[in-house]
Nanobody, 119 residues
Framework: QVRLVESGGGWVQAGGLLRLSCAAS????????MGWYRQVPGSQGDQRSL??????????NYADSVKGRFTISRDNAKNTLYLQMNSLKPEDTAVYYC??????????WGQGTQVTVTS
């Protein structure tokens, strides 16, 4: 069983910064990628949109809206994924979720952490 626990969310003024963490545990040795998604309650279909992803071989992918401001990274020794968020904007306000992919299209989600950016 895989468990993902996010932390680091909170309140911050526009222009500020936060660092999210996602601690992974369980049978994650064959992990293919991990990433961050966000969801704004009441938005279109309550869908989670990609923020950033990091594959097991180090490739990254960012949403256009966060390029140049957010950085995804991973500490393999700690089995922890990070999202450094700089120059935060009110439109970054959302619940942020960590995900992890294993082979055979197996996906796990964390419980989410709230990020609120005030203007």
């Amino acid at each position: 069983q895989v468990r993902l626990v996010e932390s680091g969310g909170g309140w911050v003024q526009a222009g500020g910064l936060l660092r999210l963490s996602c601690a992974a545990s369980g049978n994650i040795g064959s992990m293919t990628s991990m990433g961050w998604y966000r969801q704004v309650p009441g938005s279109q279909g309550d869908q989670r949109s990609l923020v950033a992803a990091l594959t097991s071989d180090g490739a990254t992918n960012y949403a256009d809206s966060v390029k140049g401001r957010f950085t995804i990274s991973r500490d393999n020794a700690k089995n922890t994924l990070y999202l450094q968020m700089n120059s935060l904007k009110p439109e970054d306000t959302a619940v942020y979720y960590c995900d992890l992919w294993l082979p055979r299209f197996t996906r796990y989600w964390g419980q989410g952490t709230q990020v609120t950016v005030t203007s």
